[in-house]
């Protein structure tokens, strides 16, 4: 294979980008006939550039011959940092350019003292699954993507409204007593962004979304938070929701509501994890 450089990702690489992460998502789904997580070109070319022009999110393209042939993305916004999308063309997988994206921005989260780096892995893919773990990261949790009409349900005694900036605190606390830190930067946009909402209980806000969709997060005292804040969505976004898997019951109600199970994905984390104490949904980051 000819020499492969890395270097900082710059707006103008958004396009070839958002076409490489179309064609490898797309070609991996094909190949074990699933539905791909990008749905088309349009849409990767779409996010690709928030992603490269979010100023604590580090985007890193790799470059053969002077033509880009991958990319990688390390989310920088809390204590515990975030990997990917992390894509490679198609025609040059398998021969280590995937391993050097991922070695990068390993290096990076450590020059910045990260206590922890964290990834979802879709599970069908054997390369990811077989990098990362060779790389050090661990399997933590088995996830299931869920996808299906809103459900329009609600809990009683749950009420479920926009978050604004006020509700940062609570928010965060309830993250901390789950996973042990906040996830105050991603939280932030979101509530900027106007797709963050809390619920609320007897005792207070008692549980948020970042989104309910591929890329929000989730937290909750109890799984009737859960329910409350998944009962609310108006639609499911990008590939669906993540439910842990392991959390049987709320697993069930969502098959209960008619639910679709799309895929099976692992969360793999390196340097610090809690086992968390309390309910919780994990974004397509971690
Ligand atoms: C996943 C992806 C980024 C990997 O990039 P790549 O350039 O093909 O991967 P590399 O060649 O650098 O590394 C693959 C490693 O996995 C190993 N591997 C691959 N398939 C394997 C298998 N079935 N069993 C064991 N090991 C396997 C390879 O031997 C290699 O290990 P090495 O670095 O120790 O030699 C790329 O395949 C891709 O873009 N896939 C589609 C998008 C995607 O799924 N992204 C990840 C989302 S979780």
């Given at each position: 294979?000819?020499?492969?450089?890395?270097?900082?990702a710059?707006q103008?690489?958004a396009?070839?980008?958002?076409?490489?992460?179309?064609?490898?998502?797309?070609?991996l789904?094909?190949?074990?006939?699933?539905p791909?997580?990008?749905?088309?070109?349009?849409?990767?070319?779409e996010?690709?550039?928030e992603?490269?022009?979010h100023?604590?999110?580090?985007?890193?393209v790799?470059e053969q011959?002077?033509?880009?042939?991958?990319?990688?993305?390390?989310?920088?916004?809390?204590?515990?940092?975030?990997?990917?999308?992390i894509?490679?063309?198609?025609?040059?997988?398998?021969?280590?350019?995937g391993?050097?994206?991922?070695?990068?921005?390993?290096?990076?989260?450590?020059?910045?003292?990260?206590?922890?780096?964290?990834l979802?892995?879709?599970?069908?893919n054997n390369?990811s699954?077989s990098?990362y773990?060779k790389l050090g990261?661990?399997?933590?949790?088995?996830?299931?993507?869920?996808?299906?009409?809103?459900?329009?349900?609600?809990?009683?005694?749950?009420?479920?409204?926009?978050?604004?900036?006020?509700?940062?605190?609570?928010?965060n606390?309830?993250?901390?007593?789950?996973?042990?830190?906040?996830?105050?930067?991603?939280?932030?946009?979101?509530?900027?962004?106007?797709?963050?909402?809390?619920?609320?209980s007897?005792?207070?806000?008692?549980g948020?979304?970042?989104?309910?969709?591929?890329?929000?997060?989730?937290?909750?005292?109890?799984?009737?938070d859960?329910?409350?804040?998944?009962?609310?969505?108006?639609a499911?976004?990008?590939t669906?929701?993540?439910?842990?898997?392991?959390?049987?019951?709320?697993?069930?109600?969502?098959?209960?509501?008619?639910?679709?199970?799309v895929?099976?994905?692992?969360?793999?984390?390196?340097?610090?994890?809690?086992?968390?104490?309390?309910?919780?949904?994990?974004?397509v980051?971690y």
């Amino acid at each position: 294979m000819n020499s492969v450089s890395l270097r900082p990702a710059r707006q103008e690489d958004a396009p070839v980008c958002g076409d490489i992460c179309f064609r490898a998502f797309n070609t991996l789904a094909q190949r074990h006939n699933f539905p791909s997580d990008v749905t088309s070109a349009e849409s990767a070319i779409e996010f690709i550039p928030e992603l490269i022009g979010h100023p604590d999110i580090y985007a890193v393209v790799a470059e053969q011959d002077g033509r880009v042939v991958g990319s990688n993305f390390l989310d920088e916004r809390n204590l515990i940092l975030g990997i990917g999308p992390i894509t490679v063309d198609p025609d040059v997988q398998a021969s280590s350019v995937g391993r050097l994206l991922m070695e990068h921005v390993l290096d990076r989260a450590q020059e910045q003292c990260a206590v922890g780096v964290r990834l979802c892995q879709v599970a069908f893919n054997n390369s990811s699954l077989s990098l990362y773990s060779k790389l050090g990261f661990q399997l933590r949790e088995p996830l299931s993507a869920m996808q299906g009409n809103p459900l329009d349900v609600t809990i009683p005694g749950y009420q479920v409204r926009a978050a604004t900036m006020e509700d940062l605190e609570s928010c965060n606390d309830l993250c901390h007593r789950v996973h042990g830190h906040d996830r105050c930067g991603e939280l932030r946009d979101a509530v900027t962004d106007h797709t963050a909402r809390v619920v609320e209980s007897r005792e207070g806000v008692t549980g948020y979304a970042t989104n309910l969709s591929y890329d929000g997060h989730v937290i909750g005292r109890t799984n009737d938070d859960l329910k409350a804040l998944i009962g609310s969505a108006d639609a499911f976004g990008g590939t669906g929701i993540l439910i842990p898997t392991r959390n049987t019951e709320l697993f069930r109600w969502c098959l209960d509501h008619k639910l679709q199970v799309v895929q099976q994905m692992s969360l793999m984390t390196m340097g610090l994890y809690n086992e968390p104490q309390g309910v919780w949904m994990p974004s397509v980051s971690y």
